[in-house]
């Protein structure tokens, strides 16, 4: 991955230091981004670009941790674009839209609350099995997709499927509850002047690949392992590099259909404190191990996102 510049070390080391032992372990693949089966050899990363991340339900959910009452389980919900795939060295091997080849992705999976304090400081959580929201997809496509309306995310077939199969370390932290505009991206606010908390998080995520079209990755198949790693480039800070998604896709539910979460008016007037939902910016990369004959085949997720909240407790009961 190309070398990345954290203003908030703590978290950003964090990050870094959760990507460089999965980057370690990765296996080369081939990709062809015209689905041709031929393609380049000795691709090591996939470089995704920052996007968002909805953790609906995520505010209800530690509220009613720290009340001791009410569900404590949210649904996470991911979508970005490609940057680019590369070699072992972070030279580009395929930077996304070369040859009019885009590719997008999008995820969603359940967690619930095991930890959190009342603001500031950090909450953790860990795997719901039972959410029926549990998948990790890549697309391809002839446009990138568009961070603001969500719309462009999910055209065609997954040209790569997975589900999570367990969350071994996720939380957040909110360093600052004081509000400060959202949307910090390039291009201008575009939120109308939402607010939201500072702060930020890392999770571990373990996936299993369902299936994989060869004519992409010619040399993967169903049961390689896949480790990612997402982490903010910037500040963990509100949405500095792209804009925050008003749409997020999910399974069954389309932005660019009409369909997807629409995220106006459910994060409240501060991003993060008066929910129900609070949004994120997220940034990764991942790799892929081919596992040993009949073991299990494992994704390796590490996340980082812009995210919130307090000194971890435990919950008894």
């Known amino acids: 991955m190309n070398p990345k510049q954290f203003k908030h070390l703590t978290i950003g080391t964090l990050s870094a230091a959760l990507a460089m032992p999965l980057v370690a372990q990765a296996d080369l693949f081939t990709f062809d981004?015209?689905?041709?089966?031929?393609?380049?050899?000795?691709v090591a990363l996939i470089d995704q670009a920052p996007g968002s991340a909805l953790a609906q339900g995520g505010v209800t959910a530690i509220n009613n941790f720290l009340a001791g009452s009410g569900s404590t389980n949210f649904t996470l919900h991911y979508q970005a674009n490609l940057s680019s795939m590369q070699f072992?060295?972070?030279?580009?091997?395929f930077a996304n839209g070369s040859g009019g080849n885009y590719f997008t992705y999008v995820a969603g999976f359940g967690e619930t609350v095991v930890g959190a304090n009342p603001y500031p400081g950090t909450a953790t959580f860990a795997f719901d099995a039972s959410?029926?929201?549990?998948?990790?997809?890549?697309?391809?496509?002839?446009?990138?997709?568009?961070?603001?309306?969500?719309?462009g995310f999910m055209n065609g077939s997954p040209i790569l499927s997975?589900?999570?199969?367990?969350?071994?370390?996720?939380?957040?932290?909110?360093?600052?509850?004081?509000?400060?505009t959202l949307d910090h991206s390039p291009n201008g606010d575009q939120w109308g002047g939402q607010q939201t908390v500072t702060g930020g998080g890392v999770s571990d995520i373990t996936l299993?690949?369902?299936s994989v079209n060869s004519g992409y990755f010619p040399s993967l198949q169903p049961g390689s392992a896949i480790t990612i790693s997402f982490?903010?480039?910037?500040q963990v800070d509100p949405f500095r590099q792209v804009d925050p998604s008003q749409c997020v896709n999910t399974l069954g539910s389309d932005c660019s259909a009409g369909g997807g979460i629409n995220t106006l008016g459910t994060l409240g007037a501060v991003n993060g404190t008066s929910g129900p939902d609070f949004i994120m910016q997220a940034d990764g990369n991942q790799s892929f191990t081919v596992p040993e004959p009949a073991s299990l085949a494992l994704i390796g997720l590490g996340l980082s996102f812009m995210g919130f909240f307090g000194k971890s407790r435990k919950r008894t009961g």
């Open 33 to 42: 981004p015209t689905g041709g089966g031929g393609g380049t050899t000795n």
């Open 131 to 151: 959410n029926p929201v549990n998948f990790f997809n890549m697309y391809a496509s002839n446009a990138i997709g568009n961070n603001l309306t969500g719309v």
């Open 88 to 93: 072992a060295d972070t030279s580009i091997a």
């Open 208 to 210: 299993v690949i369902d």
């Open 162 to 180: 997975a589900h999570i199969v367990g969350i071994p370390t996720s939380n957040f932290q909110v360093t600052d509850t004081t509000g400060t």
């Open 231 to 234: 982490f903010n480039s910037s």
